[in-house]
């Protein structure tokens, strides 16, 4: 088993930055694809960012050229750098990973538990 755990969450005004780090520790040989999804209140969780474990990157059109999404293999850590925020980025940040081979695409495997990103206008 894999697991997840994020951090640096929290609330901020909007144009501010903040970054979020997700640890992954157990089985972490068996990760492929990670990414970074949202759920917004009373909404369905989204897509944010994505990266490949060959390092390609996939971004939500709301976020491009905000966020930046990136990954140390040697710390087993993904990064999510969020700049210009807005009120509407407001959701609890869930940090996800995919096992062996399978691709983000048919839906991640391991899960986090979230974090809070709260942007104040």
């Known amino acids: 088993q894999v697991q997840l755990g994020e951090s640096g969450g929290g609330l901020v005004q909007a144009g501010g930055s903040l970054r979020l780090s997700c640890a992954a520790s157990?089985?972490?040989?068996?990760?492929?694809?990670m990414g970074w999804y949202r759920q917004p209140p009373g909404k369905q969780r989204e897509l944010v960012a994505i990266i490949t474990s060959g390092g390609r990157v996939t971004y939500a059109d709301s976020v491009k050229g905000r966020f930046t999404i990136s990954r140390d293999n040697a710390k087993n850590t993904v990064y999510l750098q969020m700049n210009s925020l807005k009120p509407e980025d407001t959701a609890v940040y869930y940090c996800?990973?995919?096992?062996?081979?399978?691709?983000?695409?048919?839906?991640?495997?391991?899960w986090g538990k979230g974090t809070q990103v709260t942007v104040s206008s």
């Open positions: 996800g990973a995919t096992r062996d081979r399978a691709k983000y695409y048919y839906g991640m495997d391991y």
């Open positions: 157990g089985r972490i040989f068996s990760i492929n694809d």
